[in-house]
Nanobody
Framework: QVQLQESGPGLVQASQTLSLTCTVS??????????WSWVRQPPGKGLEWIGY???????AYIPSLESRTSISRDTSKNQFTLQLSSVTPEDTAVYYC?????????????????????????WGQGTQVTVSS
């Protein structure tokens, strides 16, 4: 059973960098051909895909956040990390990490959805991050 767990501070000051780590068990983040993702859900809004890091270590980001986002990984710890710089209160959200079979979320396949895609996709429980001004 694949399990993912997000960790990181729940409160970040505006203009600082948000940093979250996803620890994976039950699978390797180098397993072909999965994509390891970060998704967020602002209060009262739908899901927003932030980006992925592939099984081969290549990251990809949504254009609107690309300039502020970095996703990296530590294969020795089976973890991948999200860094979002220059945060504002608009970055307040529940942040999820996941393992997906495709990169469809990056291309808007789930725009407006409030439910994480199921099937063979796996997700962490989510962690609330609040950005204070």
């Amino acid at each position: 059973q694949v399990q993912l767990q997000e960790s990181g501070p729940g409160l970040v000051q505006a203009s600082q960098t948000l940093s979250l780590t996803c620890t994976v068990s039950g699978d390797s983040i180098t397993s072909k051909f999965y994509y390891w993702s970060w998704v967020r859900q602002p209060p009262g809004k739908g899901l927003e895909w932030i980006g992925y890091i592939s099984y081969s270590g290549n990251p990809a980001y949504i254009p609107s956040l690309e300039s502020r986002t970095s996703i990296s990984r530590d294969t020795s710890k089976n973890q991948f990390t999200l860094q979002l710089s220059s945060v504002t209160p608009e970055d307040t959200a529940v942040y999820y990490c996941g393992r997906e079979e495709t990169m469809d979320g990056l291309y808007g396949a789930y725009d407006g959805s409030r439910v994480l895609p199921g099937g063979q996709n796996y997700w962490g429980q989510g962690t609330q991050v609040t950005v204070s001004s």
